[in-house]
């Protein structure tokens, strides 16, 4: 695993509004809002003005992503919909798996993904107990969970070809695989707030 790079300077508004142009975000964020006063979701500090910096931290990283469409989506612990829900709004996506253990929140992703008309499958499971198949993913995310040797042993095996995984944190484990390569990227944006994610991209 290679350091951290320089950081990828980003402007949050003019992110989004290149990624958004129709504005949808701004669905999302009003429908969180409403769901967070039922389930805490994220915190009441980010509820407002924190909300669009979340959506530009959850897809920045797809501008190292050579690519802009992905059959298979698959986010664990999705929570509050961070990094999913932006994503699902602003990428060309043909199939998703959310997999949200707590029940309360994987019923509130629920309704905010029906609401905006979303074609998403929310397991209320960990990844452990989520069924195994021969579906492969595209793209892979996880924020706000704990990687380790033995989650990440799970996660890679469910990578296609080309597919990649972000982890929205740096890591410093390396995949006993020689098909999977690994890298740091780091973005910063306009109050100087460095964000640092790890890649793991498995070979065509």
Known sequence: MSDAT???RYVTNELLSRLDPS???EEFFALLTKENERVNLVSRETIGSGLPQLAAESLV?????DRDSFERYLDI???GGFPSIPILLTSEITQTTLVERTQKKATALKRMSDAMNLNVHIAPVTLEDLPQSD???DLITMRLVRLTPRLLRRIIPRLSPGGVFIYYAQSDLVVPDDSVTSRVESFQDEQ???KNV???CRKV
């Open 23 to 25: 504005c949808r975000l």
């Open 192 to 194: 100087e707030r460095i």
């Open 61 to 65: 990283p797809l501008e190292s992503v």
């Open 198 to 200: 790890t890649l793991y």
């Open 6 to 8: 320089v950081p990828c």
């Open 135 to 137: 579906v492969r993913y």
């Open 77 to 79: 612990g999705s929570g």
